[in-house]
């Protein structure tokens, strides 16, 4: 079992910044491909960014390729987003995902998932 917990979710404002962090516990962190999701309200969950298990491969969607930064701290047993230049749409529960693979996942298709964190983006 893994567990996971996301932090660092808040209200900002438009074009501000947020660093969401996912400490992972339970396995070896290591060997897991990470990935980045959100759900608005109403919308399904929709893939945010993804890194494989050493961090040499990364994966964005395209509406947040320049602007998000996934990152992973193996001795921390944590991954990150860097999210800048935010806007309201970017407004969605954010959860991080891990599974136990040496390719980077960017579908739904992860084994474990923490409980999200909220971000909130005013205008």
């Known amino acids: 079992q893994v567990q996971l917990v996301e932090s660092g979710g808040g209200l900002v404002q438009a074009g501000g910044s947020l660093r969401l962090s996912c400490a992972a516990s339970g396995r070896t962190f290591s060997s897991y491909a990470m990935g980045w999701f959100r759900q608005a309200p109403g919308k399904e969950r929709e893939f945010v960014a993804a890194?494989?298990?050493?961090?040499?491969?990364?994966y964005y969607a395209d509406s947040n390729k320049g602007r998000f930064t996934i990152s992973r701290d193996n001795a921390k047993n944590t991954v990150y987003l860097q999210m800048n230049s935010l806007s309201p749409e970017d407004t969605a529960v954010y959860y991080c995902a891990a599974k136990e693979t040496v390719v980077v996942v960017t579908t739904m298709r992860y084994d474990y998932w923490g409980q999200g964190t909220q971000v909130t983006v005013s205008s």
């Open positions: 890194i494989s298990w050493n961090g040499s491969r990364r």
